[in-house]
C-alpha cells in the first residue's frame, strides 16, 4: 500500500480505513480478555474451595469454563497471527490486502465461535449502527 498519499474514497481507502477500525476492535478485545484472564486468575483459589461443598461446585465448574475459553480464544489468535506473520505484504497486490483482511475478520471472529463451542465470556467489542438510530 502507498503510504505517501491517502485518498479515503479509493480501494485502498476504503481497505485501510477497515483496517484502521479493525486493529482498534482487535486492541479494545484483547485488553478486555487480559483483564478477564488476570480477574480469573485471582479468583482461581475461591474457585477451588467452592469444590469442597456440593451447592457450590457449580461455580467452579463455570469459572473453569470461562478460564478454559478465554484461554483457548488465545491459542486462536496466536495460530491466525502467526499465519499473518509470515506471509510477505511487500507486493502491493490486491490479493495480499484482501488476505490480511480475512486474517483480521478471523481475529475478531474467533472469540464468537470459541463462545459458541465452549461457551464462557464474550469480550466481543461492537459498536452497531442500530444504536445511533434516531427515534
Same mark, same amino acid.
Given at each position: 500500500?502507498?503510504?505517501?498519499?491517502?485518498?479515503?474514497?479509493?480501494?485502498?481507502?476504503?481497505?485501510?480505513?477497515?483496517?484502521?477500525?479493525?486493529?482498534?476492535?482487535?486492541?479494545? $478485545?484483547?485488553?478486555?480478555?487480559?483483564?478477564?484472564?488476570?480477574?480469573?486468575?485471582?479468583?482461581?483459589?475461591?474457585?477451588?474451595?467452592?469444590?469442597?461443598?456440593?451447592?457450590?461446585?457449580?461455580?467452579? &465448574? $463455570?469459572?473453569?469454563?470461562?478460564?478454559?475459553?478465554?484461554?483457548?480464544?488465545?491459542?486462536?489468535?496466536?495460530?491466525?497471527?502467526?499465519?499473518?506473520?509470515?506471509?510477505?505484504?511487500?507486493?502491493?497486490?490486491?490479493?495480499? &490486502?484482501?488476505?490480511?483482511?480475512?486474517?483480521?475478520?478471523?481475529?475478531?471472529?474467533?472469540?464468537?465461535?470459541?463462545?459458541?463451542?465452549?461457551?464462557?465470556?464474550?469480550?466481543?467489542?461492537?459498536?452497531?449502527?442500530?444504536?445511533?438510530?434516531? &427515534?
Amino acid at each position: 500500500m502507498d503510504t505517501s498519499n491517502i485518498n479515503v474514497f479509493t480501494l485502498d481507502g476504503i481497505i485501510k480505513g477497515t483496517i484502521t477500525v479493525s486493529l482498534l476492535n482487535l486492541v479494545f $478485545s484483547y485488553s478486555l480478555r487480559y483483564v478477564m484472564i488476570k480477574i480469573l486468575i485471582l479468583l482461581s483459589p475461591f474457585a477451588f474451595l467452592s469444590l469442597t461443598m456440593e451447592n457450590t461446585a457449580h461455580f467452579f &465448574k $463455570s469459572w473453569f469454563r470461562n478460564l478454559f475459553s478465554l484461554l483457548f480464544v488465545q491459542i486462536i489468535v496466536s495460530i491466525v497471527l502467526l499465519l499473518l506473520f509470515s506471509m510477505d505484504y511487500s507486493k502491493a497486490n490486491l490479493l495480499n &490486502k484482501f488476505i490480511y483482511i480475512g486474517g483480521i475478520y478471523a481475529l475478531i471472529r474467533s472469540n464468537s465461535i470459541v463462545r459458541e463451542l465452549f461457551g464462557g465470556i464474550s469480550t466481543t467489542v461492537q459498536s452497531g449502527v442500530s444504536k445511533l438510530k434516531i &427515534k
